[in-house]
């Protein structure tokens, strides 16, 4: 197959395949990546002046994310959000002060070979990072809970009380219509809380 992603290259010539985000291959290849493990860890080095030399960081990258459901469409209020985190070994967070993008910028590459040698001679500690990273994360879910609980009532509870208003001049408005919206409230409340945290990826760094 030929493909191009110019939509002009695309009208001037029948054969070629126009590929946009929303082409199965483009989504297919993206969810391959987004759901395999190859890829989502790695080990760097970098100079940063907030701990000592030789200290590892732990670069977490969690997503809190609830059950996919077409009926209720839960993600509308509660999208998959990602949440960073930069631990140090005292447990300290320092993901305001070293940005994704700063990192990614600043970065000392370490080779495989050495990269497996401070994963071997440091898991304990990695572990104890992983640990306190995750307690990090799971402290700043109830706030986003809570945020996409207040857009869900707000939306539904507007939609309630505004058929409610209509039912009484207009009695063609079905009790079922109001308790739709009251049992999806209802079932959007439980899926937000029940949204849970997983771990997408990490990155150790060596602070030189």
């Known amino acids: 197959m030929t493909v191009t992603y110019s939509r002009e290259t695309a009208l001037a010539h029948e054969d070629v395949q126009y590929l946009t985000w929303e082409h ?6 993206m969810d391959l990546v987004l759901s395999s493990e190859p890829g989502n860890t790695a080990v760097t080095a970098l100079r940063y002046q907030g701990v000592a030399r030789g200290t590892l ?12 459901s ?3 469409h839960s993600d509308r209020y509660l999208p998959p959000t990602t949440i ?19 990192i990614n910028q600043t970065r000392i590459p370490v080779d495989a070979a050495m990269a497996g040698k401070i994963v071997a001679a440091r898991a304990r500690v990695i572990r104890t990072l992983l640990a ?14 809570a945020s996409a609980q207040s857009h869900s009532q707000h939306t ?6 505004r058929l ?5 001049v207009n009695p063609n408005v079905r009790d079922a219509e109001i ?11 439980m899926a937000v809380d029940q949204a849970s945290l997983r771990l997408d990826a990490l990155r150790v760094i060596v602070v030189t």
Do not use: W
């Not at 199965?24 to 290849?29: E, I």
């Not at 960073?84 to 320092?94: A, K, L, M």
């Open 24 to 29: 199965p291959l483009v989504t297919g290849a």
């Open 132 to 145: 306190a990273g995750e307690q990090l994360a799971q402290a700043q879910v109830p706030e986003i809970r």
């Open 156 to 161: 539904l509870l507007t939609e309630i009380n």
């Open 164 to 168: 409610k208003a209509l039912r009484r």
């Open 179 to 189: 308790r739709f919206f009251e049992q999806q409230l209802e079932m959007l409340g």
């Open 57 to 68: 960081l732990l670069e977490c990258l969690y997503l809190l994310e609830t059950a996919s």
């Open 70 to 72: 077409e009926r209720l």
């Open 84 to 102: 960073r985190v930069v631990v140090d070994e005292q447990g300290r967070n320092h993901e305001t002060d070293l940005s994704h993008t700063f």
